[in-house]
């Protein structure tokens, strides 16, 4: 079984800043990981992924981030945020074996981008 | 590709009446999944098919709740004398393969029970 900690809930910070959503995870078995964004009112997309390796994955909308086993965490990063980039966004995790189809998600972290 | 669709976006039933709900998953997509979110919290799993087939159900589904998906393509989930405490967001996803090809969501069915 697989487990997810989102160390923020809500994060603000102001347009053209750098940002830092931070993920770590818990698993008995090799991992995926994922990053999924949830815009007001919809579904939730796939930001980048993390199934083998570099450890450092780049996605859409300039958003980046690392593995790092050794500390069981997988941070998302962007080096200037705007506007459009509020929304709640999730870790999520799965097993890289078999079980690969359920994914397991943190309780998400609100990013919230200040003009 | 229209994504993945599901009807209604928004349900309101009374205690104890029963609900559907439907998904209609990327048409080229074999693998389907319900997921629920509740206020504050991040989806949690509750069935996944392969094709037609029922391959896991979570312990979160009661026996309240049925998913269907007839021939592998749309699916339905029900929910049978609706509890208080099924309100929440109902997710549909789907997939070409395993969770490394990344999920298609929809943009949910929000249940609420009063």
């Known amino acids: 079984a697989q487990s997810v900690t989102q160390l923020d809930s809500q994060v603000p910070v102001f347009e053209e800043a750098p940002v830092e959503l931070r993920c770590n995870y818990s698993s008995s078995v090799s991992v995926y990981l994922f990053w999924y964004v949830q815009y007001p009112n919809q579904g939730l997309q796939l930001l980048l992924k993390y199934l083998s390796g570099s450890t450092l994955v780049k996605g859409i909308n300039g958003f980046e981030a690392e593995f790092n086993k050794s500390q069981t965490s997988f941070h998302l990063r962007k080096p200037s945020v705007h506007i459009s980039d509020t929304a709640e966004y999730f870790c999520?995790?799965?097993?890289?074996?078999?079980?690969?189809?359920?994914?397991?998600f943190g309780k998400g972290t609100l990013l919230t981008v200040n003009p | 590709d229209t994504g993945v669709s599901q009807n209604p976006r928004h349900k309101i039933t009374k205690r104890g009446q029963n609900v559907t709900f439907r998904c209609d998953p990327i048409s080229e997509h074999n693998r389907l999944y319900w997921y629920r979110q509740t206020l504050g919290q991040g989806p949690e799993f509750l069935t996944y098919f392969q094709n037609e087939a029922q391959l896991e159900k979570s312990r979160l589904l009661s026996d309240r709740f049925s998913a269907e998906r007839p021939k592998g393509s749309f699916s339905t989930l029900e929910i049978q004398r609706t509890e208080q405490g099924d309100s929440a967001m109902y997710l549909c996803?789907?997939?070409?393969?395993?969770?490394?090809?990344?999920?298609?969501f929809g943009s949910g069915t929000r249940l609420t029970v009063v």
């Open positions: 996803a789907s997939s070409s393969g395993g969770s490394g090809y990344g999920y298609t």
């Open positions: 999520a995790v799965s097993g890289s074996g078999g079980s690969n189809y359920k994914l397991t």
